[in-house]
């Protein structure tokens, strides 16, 4: 940390702030929606909605963020965070809960949501020469990780103690989302920290600019034929992800084996913190067998281990399975991040990392609708997590064959 820039550790802080209050809100999210008398086909909508439109909206900002300025839609996606807890907390209408949930940001999964991950990814690869891309990249989501399973943990406990204290279960649950709206506040004020630095424009010569403007779409040129093939398996892996989103698996635990909010958040917390030690070892694992590799030969045995999951007879064996399933499963992650960024333009990485994160939201974004309908179904309770690994697989088998070939600078 020591050794990067003043604008680089703001963009740890950032994120750092925002993945608190995206796990801090994602455990007791679906509890509080069918607190407000939501059936869970309706929560499974909802959920679809809000991924729907967390889409469209990362889309616009993203492929714009390098020419109107990416600390400006840094700060407009804050803006909608904030947007989204307020309605939330100021109305039990489904129909505005639905328009609150597609015109603003929040995370059901407790994962990235939102323009702000392409932005600051991209910022961070102009900020960092290729050789440290892939280990910085490591850190950052070992932040965000250890900032979700903080938040995971804060937000379960938090209710917990408010209930026990004799609070109705649903004011309690409010009380996590109007914090979730204040963290939006704090992260918008940290933007504005920002320096001319994180824009591409102080990074990327004027030949360079005016050579990528002809024939492009969605802000892509060079780089748009990789771009749209990894969009497509990324959006693949994202779908079979969206079955098994945080707080449905929160509701899961909660319907199979009765467990308190406390110990979702609990549960969380070290799912989390598994999550980000295994994205920091991903770093190393890559500079011996190669970021594809690295993506592939991790991912795979986590998805044997998902599947796991609801076969397990009691709560323990659940968490221990899931836990462990969790201290593989983001080693792709980082080397994902650093693998896109390496492969396209250095004045095309917002727009690439955009349309890839879109693909995956919009992939994420299909799945809770069935998940709702089959936890509708006492018998086919355990069916998303089922669905989810065998999917997964077939994205990593696809990857491989893919993309084995094609190295990032760093490998040749």
Do not use: C
């Not at 044997?304 to 007879?313: E, R």
């Amino acid at each position: 940390m020591k050794e990067l820039t003043r604008d680089s550790r703001l963009l740890f802080a950032t994120r750092t702030a925002r993945l608190f209050g995206y796990g801090f809100l994602s455990v007791v999210l679906v509890l509080y929606l069918t607190e407000l008398g939501l059936t869970e086909g309706q929560v499974g909508l909802l959920l679809t909605l809000t991924l729907i439109g967390d889409t469209a909206i990362s889309l616009w900002i993203t492929t714009h963020a390098d020419r109107i300025g990416r600390k400006r839609m840094l700060i407009a996606g804050a803006g909608l965070m904030i947007l989204a807890g307020l309605l939330f907390v100021a109305t039990n209408n489904y129909f505005l809960l639905v328009l609150a949930a597609t015109i603003g940001v929040i995370s059901p999964s407790g994962n990235e949501v939102g323009p702000f991950l392409s932005i600051e990814q991209a910022a961070l690869s102009h900020l960092l020469p290729d050789n440290r891309r892939t280990g910085v990249f490591a850190w950052y989501n070992l932040v965000g990780s250890f900032a979700t399973a903080l938040g995971a943990l804060s937000g379960g406990g938090l209710s917990q103690i408010l209930r026990s204290s004799g609070m109705p279960a649903l004011e309690a649950y409010r009380f996590v989302v109007v914090g979730y709206a204040l963290i939006g506040l704090l992260l918008a004020i940290m933007f504005l920290g920002l320096g001319p630095a994180v824009e591409t424009l102080s990074r990327v010569k004027p030949e360079a600019s005016s050579e990528a403007k002809p024939n492009t779409f969605l802000g892509l040129g060079r780089s748009r034929a990789i771009v749209f093939r990894l969009a497509a398996l990324f959006s693949l892996d994202a779908f079979a992800g969206g079955f098994v989103i945080s707080s449905l698996v929160a509701y899961w635990f909660h319907v199979r084996f009765g467990a308190e909010p406390g110990v979702l958040g609990a549960i969380f917390f070290g799912a989390n913190i598994l999550a980000g030690i295994s994205a920091l070892s991903a770093a190393w694992v890559a500079r011996r067998i190669g970021l594809i590799r690295t993506m592939v030969f991790t991912h795979l045995p986590s998805n044997v281990l998902l599947m796991l999951v609801p076969l397990m007879p009691n709560l323990p064996l659940a968490i221990v399975v899931f836990l462990l399933r969790f201290s593989i499963s983001q080693m792709d992650v980082p080397t994902r991040q650093s693998y896109t960024m390496a492969m396209v333009e250095p004045e095309e990485r917002s727009a690439a990392s955009g349309v890839t994160g879109v693909a995956r939201t919009i992939g994420a974004s299909l799945a809770p609708i069935f998940t709702g309908i089959l936890f509708s179904n006492p018998a086919l309770l355990s069916l998303p997590f089922l669905i989810s690994g065998s999917l997964k697989i077939v994205y990593d088998v696809i990857l491989y064959r893919s993309f084995q070939a094609h190295r990032p600078p760093e490998e040749k």
